[in-house]
Nanobody, 122 residues
Framework: QVHVEESGGGLVQAGGSLRLSCSAS????????VGWFRRPSGKEREFVSA??????ITDSADSVKGRFTITRDRAKVYLQMNSLTLEDTAVYYC?????????????????WGQGTQVTVSS
């Protein structure tokens, strides 16, 4: 079992920045791809960004490209979020895959954190 924990959420004004962190309890997580997903209030969960186990391949949703950057340092993964908009308000979840290659499919990620709230105000 892999315990996943997110941190770094909070309240920020539109145009501001936040950095989310994700840590996993097992060293094996450093050999797995990690993804970020989010669920806006009243909406479906959606893919945000993912990174391969080496950290050399990343993928991001069109809605965040150019604004969000995903990086990792072994088992710790970061999501730098810049130029935040009201539409970025959501609960953000970190998820660890069983695979080394990243994916946009939630079903490829068996281990999930509890989520961290990001609220962007006008």
């Amino acid at each position: 079992q892999v315990h996943v924990e997110e941190s770094g959420g909070g309240l920020v004004q539109a145009g501001g920045s936040l950095r989310l962190s994700c840590s996993a309890s097992r060293r094996t997580a450093s050999n797995n791809a990690v993804g970020w997903f989010r669920r806006p209030s009243g909406k479906e969960r959606e893919f945000v960004s993912a990174i391969s186990w080496r950290g050399d391949i990343t993928d991001s949703a069109d809605s965040v490209k150019g604004r969000f950057t995903i990086t990792r340092d072994r088992a710790k993964v970061y999501l730098q979020m810049n130029s935040l908009t009201l539409e970025d308000t959501a609960v953000y979840y970190c998820a660890v895959s069983r695979k080394s290659i990243s994916s946009r499919r939630p079903e490829d990620y068996p281990y999930w954190g509890q989520g961290t709230q990001v609220t962007v105000s006008s």
